[in-house]
């Protein structure tokens, strides 16, 4: 009688998803470079043969972790985009998004900032995939507005380097002093404040 395998591949899912998800609680606990494949199969209670059924490398793993990681903002980002918010709106709440997940993601923002130089090509490989992905966003943004009139840019590569660099300096301090939520948006929107509208009060 042959074996029924049509569950086979939900169940090769299923473990691949145990897998990540034990997976980044262990990189989250010890960081990526003491993290061992002993350790992952140790949280996950299976053999290690187990984990290399699925993966070749750690390297392998903390990318399908960083990945997962990376979809729950994706799919924050998409449904911004497709709201009815303004543009100033949209940029608001993309900003205040992708700043509160740097916590969400803080396997692959731990990563890039560590100084393993063991790993640099990984590093880079990472950063310069997620920093592409946020320019084009910033672009996009940049360019309805300037469509539906709320921006007037002379430079939209200029413009969206300079919001892109201003939400990069904000992560380092939020590893040190990790501010409350209500902080953070509070700083968020001043920042925002100062790139939409500047210091300078013009006399009319």
Known sequence: MRKDKSNEPDSRTNMRNDIVISAAGVFA????????????????????SSIYYYFKSKE????????????????KIEEIMASEMDTIEKIRAYVETRMLSVKVMS???TFVN??????????????????????????????????????????????????????KGL?????????KADNLLTIIDDMLD?????????NE
């Open 171 to 179: 992560e380092f301090p939020l590893f040190i002093k990790s501010p």
């Open 114 to 167: 560590d100084n393993d130089v063991s790993n640099l090509d990984l590093i880079e490989k990472l950063r310069v995939k997620y920093d592409t992905e946020e320019l084009i966003i910033i672009k996009m943004l940049l360019k309805e507005g300037m469509e539906n009139g709320q921006f007037k840019i002379k430079d939209i590569e200029l413009s969206s380097i300079a919001l892109f660099t201003a939400m």
């Open 60 to 75: 392998d793993i903390f990318k399908a972790v960083v990945e997962k990681e990376a979809d729950s903002l994706r799919v």
């Open 29 to 48: 606990k010890f960081g990526f470079k003491k993290t061992t494949v002993d350790d992952i199969a140790q949280a996950l209670r299976k053999g290690k």
């Open 107 to 109: 396997n692959y923002h």
């Open 194 to 202: 100062i790139l939409f509208y500047g210091l300078v009060i013009r």
